[in-house]
C-alpha cells in the first residue's frame, strides 16, 4: 500500500530500454521504489543506475516474461524486499518485421507468448496480489495497432489486439465484483526506442517506427499520469493514435488501401544500420557495453512534445473552458439576435431599478446564464465526488471538501446576480469571477489532489467573468442611451 510520504511500490516489465526504461525514470524521479523486470542484465543495470540517479529505490530481477512462474516468483520477491505492490506496468514485448509469410511458426509464437502472454502473466501475477488488499492499479503499454493493423507487424499487431480484448474482459470482471483495483491501457503512437534496432527482420531497410516518432519521455508522462489516474478505461498519447483511431472508426477500408501503398515504405530506412543479433530469442542488451537506454536510433526524427496528450490529461479542464466560452457566445448572440420586424409589433421594455436600462431579453439571457452557473455549483456542492471522478481527478475527502466550497462560491453568486442583474453587480461579480478564477488556478498548482476540479472551475469562473464584464459594458451603454425612467417603444 501507499506509504504516509506518497511512496508507491512500481513494478515495470520491460524495463531495461524504451518506454518501459523511461517510465522507471519518471516513477523514480517522484521517490518510488522500482521493480525493473526485463531479461537484459546490462540494461538492467543501466536501469538502476537511473533509477537511484532519479531518486528512487530500484530492484533487478531478470525474468523471461512468456514464462508464468517467473513472473509470479519475481512479484513475491518484490513484496518481500520492496512492499507491497501498488502499481504494474506491462510494456515488455518481442516482435518481428516482416510479411506474414516469412515468419515462421515458432517465431510468430514466440512474439506472442512475451508480447501477449507477457501482458497477461503479469496482470495475473498483480491481481493475485491486489485483489485481497482491494488495492492496486495495473497499467498495459498499449499501441494505436491494437485498433489498426499494419502491414510487416502481423505478431505485434495481433497480440496488442489481444491485449486489448484481454484488459477489457478483466476491467469489465472487476467493475462487476465491486472493486478498487482499476486497469487502464495507454495506446500508444510510434515511439524512438531500442527495439527497431534489436528486432528480428526479413525487410530490405532498416525498421523504423511509422512517422511522426516521439522520444520516449512522451509516453512515459502518460504511463505516469495513467496510474495516478487509472478510472479512464484508456489514454491516447500523440496527434497520430488519435488520427489513426478515428480514422479507422470511419472508414476502414479506405486505410487498408492506403496503408498497402505506402505501409512498406513509411516502416524502413536507408539511413539507419541493422545491428545483430535479434531480440527474440536472447536480449540483445545481456552483455557488457551493450546497454542501449530509453533511446533508439532516430532522435534526428523523435518529437519531444505532444500537444494531444496535454488536452488528454486536461479534458476536464478543455470542457469547461469550451462550456463557458460556448455560453458566453450563446448570450452575445442572444443580445445581439436580429430585431423584430415592424409587423411583429413587439415592445421593448426598460426597467426602473436595479435592472435599469436593460432591456427585457438581455435580462433574461443574463438570468439564462446564472441558470448554467447555479447548475455547476449545485454539482460541486453536492456531488463532488462524482465531478471529480467525470473530471479525471483523484477522489478523497479533502479535494470534496474543495469541490463544495467552489460550488458554494459559485451557487450564492448565482442567486445574486440571477435574481437582481444589474450594473453593478454584474461589474463586480465579473471582478469575484477573475479572483476566483485565479485563485482555482494557484489551487489546482499547489495540490494535484484537486487540480482537476479547480482548473475545470477556474475555466468555468474565467468565462463568465469575461461574459459579466461585456454584461455589465452593455447594461451601462443601455442606461446611458435610454435613461432611468420606464420606457415602451412600439414596433
Given at each position: 500500500?501507499?506509504?504516509?510520504?506518497?511512496?508507491?511500490?512500481?513494478?515495470?516489465?520491460?524495463?531495461?530500454?524504451?518506454?518501459?526504461?523511461?517510465?522507471?525514470?519518471r516513477f523514480a524521479e517522484r521517490g518510488d521504489a522500482v521493480a525493473l523486470l526485463a531479461r537484459g542484465a546490462d540494461g538492467l543495470e543501466g536501469a538502476v543506475h537511473d533509477v537511484r540517479q532519479a531518486g528512487g529505490e530500484a530492484l533487478a530481477i531478470e525474468?523471461?516474461?512468456?514464462?508464468?512462474?517467473?513472473?509470479?516468483?519475481?512479484?513475491?520477491?518484490?513484496?518481500?524486499?520492496?512492499?507491497?505492490?501498488?502499481?504494474?506496468?506491462?510494456?515488455?514485448?518481442?516482435?518481428?518485421?516482416?510479411?506474414?509469410?516469412?515468419?515462421?511458426?515458432?517465431?510468430?509464437?514466440?512474439?506472442?507468448?512475451?508480447?501477449?502472454?507477457?501482458?497477461?502473466?503479469?496482470?495475473?501475477a498483480a491481481l493475485d496480489r491486489m485483489i485481497p488488499r482491494d488495492h492496486g492499479v495495473v497499467v498495459q503499454v498499449g499501441s494505436a495497432l491494437a485498433y489498426r493493423g499494419?502491414?510487416?507487424?502481423?505478431?505485434?499487431?495481433?497480440?496488442?489486439?489481444?491485449?486489448?480484448?484481454?484488459?477489457?474482459?478483466?476491467?469489465?470482471?472487476l467493475l462487476h465484483d465491486k472493486s478498487k483495483v482499476r486497469v487502464t491501457m495507454v495506446q500508444m503512437p510510434a515511439v524512438n526506442t531500442p527495439q527497431f534496432d534489436w528486432v528480428l527482420s526479413r525487410l530490405p531497410g532498416h525498421p523504423q517506427p511509422?512517422?511522426?516518432?516521439?522520444?520516449?519521455?512522451?509516453?512515459?508522462?502518460?504511463?505516469?499520469?495513467?496510474?495516478?489516474?487509472?478510472?479512464?478505461?484508456?489514454?491516447?498519447?500523440?496527434?497520430?493514435?488519435?488520427?489513426?483511431l478515428l480514422a479507422?472508426?470511419?472508414?476502414?477500408?479506405?486505410?487498408?488501401?492506403?496503408?498497402?501503398?505506402?505501409?512498406?515504405?513509411?516502416?524502413?530506412?536507408?539511413?539507419?544500420?541493422?545491428?545483430?543479433?535479434?531480440?527474440l530469442w536472447r536480449p540483445a542488451d545481456a552483455e557488457p557495453g551493450t546497454d542501449e537506454g530509453a533511446h533508439g536510433s532516430f532522435d534526428d526524427k523523435a518529437k519531444s512534445r505532444s500537444v494531444q496528450l496535454w488536452a488528454s490529461q486536461h479534458h476536464?479542464?478543455?470542457?469547461?473552458?469550451?462550456?463557458?466560452?460556448?455560453?458566453?457566445?450563446?448570450?452575445?448572440?442572444?443580445?445581439?439576435?436580429?430585431k423584430a420586424t415592424k409587423a411583429t409589433r413587439t415592445t421593448r421594455t426598460t426597467w426602473h431599478g436595479p435592472s435599469a436600462g436593460r432591456p427585457r431579453e438581455e435580462?433574461?439571457?443574463?438570468?439564462?446564464?446564472?441558470?448554467?452557473?447555479?447548475?455547476?455549483?449545485?454539482?460541486l456542492l453536492t456531488m463532488p465526488s462524482r465531478v471529480v471522478r467525470v473530471l479525471g481527478g483523484r477522489r478523497d475527502r479533502t479535494t470534496e471538501i474543495v469541490a463544495r466550497l467552489l460550488g458554494a462560491r459559485q451557487l450564492g453568486q448565482a442567486a445574486v446576480s440571477g435574481l437582481r442583474p444589474s450594473r453593478p453587480l454584474l461589474a463586480g461579480g465579473a471582478?469575484?469571477?477573475?479572483?476566483?478564477?485565479?485563485?482555482?488556478?494557484?489551487?489546482?498548482?499547489?495540490?494535484?489532489?484537486?487540480?482537476?476540479?479547480?482548473?475545470?472551475?477556474?475555466?468555468?469562473?474565467?468565462?463568465?467573468?469575461?461574459?459579466?464584464?461585456?454584461?455589465?459594458?452593455?447594461?451601462?451603454?443601455?442606461?446611458?442611451?435610454?435613461?432611468?425612467?420606464?420606457?415602451?417603444?412600439?414596433?
Open positions: 500500500m501507499t506509504t504516509a510520504d506518497g511512496r508507491r511500490v512500481v513494478v515495470i516489465t520491460g524495463a531495461s530500454a524504451g518506454i518501459g526504461r523511461a517510465a522507471a525514470r525474468v523471461d516474461t512468456a514464462d508464468h512462474e517467473q513472473v509470479d516468483a519475481a512479484a513475491g520477491r518484490v513484496e518481500n524486499e520492496l512492499g507491497p505492490i501498488d502499481v504494474w506496468v506491462n510494456v515488455a514485448f518481442a516482435s518481428v518485421f516482416a510479411p506474414f509469410m516469412k515468419i515462421t511458426p515458432d517465431e510468430f509464437r514466440r512474439a506472442t507468448e512475451v508480447t501477449y502472454l507477457g501482458y497477461v502473466n503479469g496482470t495475473r499494419i502491414p510487416l507487424q502481423s505478431a505485434y499487431c495481433g497480440a496488442k489486439h489481444a491485449i486489448q480484448g484481454f484488459n477489457e474482459s478483466v476491467r469489465c470482471e511509422v512517422p511522426p516518432i516521439y522520444q520516449p519521455e512522451i509516453p512515459a508522462d502518460a504511463v505516469v499520469y495513467a496510474a495516478d489516474h487509472p478510472r479512464r478505461r484508456e489514454y491516447w498519447v500523440g496527434g497520430s493514435t488519435a488520427a489513426t479507422n472508426a470511419v472508414a476502414p477500408g479506405v486505410l487498408d488501401r492506403y496503408l498497402a501503398w505506402m505501409g512498406y515504405r513509411s516502416q524502413q530506412t536507408k539511413d539507419v544500420t541493422h545491428r545483430d543479433p535479434p531480440n476536464g479542464l478543455l470542457t469547461a473552458v469550451t462550456a463557458a466560452l460556448a455560453t458566453g457566445l450563446g448570450a452575445l448572440a442572444w443580445a445581439h439576435r436580429p435580462t433574461q439571457a443574463v438570468r439564462a446564464i446564472e441558470a448554467g452557473r447555479a447548475a455547476w455549483g449545485l454539482a471582478v469575484i469571477d477573475l479572483v476566483h478564477a485565479g485563485t482555482a488556478l494557484a489551487l489546482g498548482l499547489v495540490d494535484d489532489r484537486w487540480r482537476h476540479v479547480a482548473l475545470a472551475d477556474a475555466g468555468v469562473a474565467l468565462g463568465w467573468s469575461l461574459t459579466g464584464l461585456r454584461d455589465s459594458a452593455k447594461a451601462d451603454d443601455s442606461a446611458k442611451a435610454d435613461g432611468t425612467r420606464a420606457v415602451s417603444v412600439r414596433r
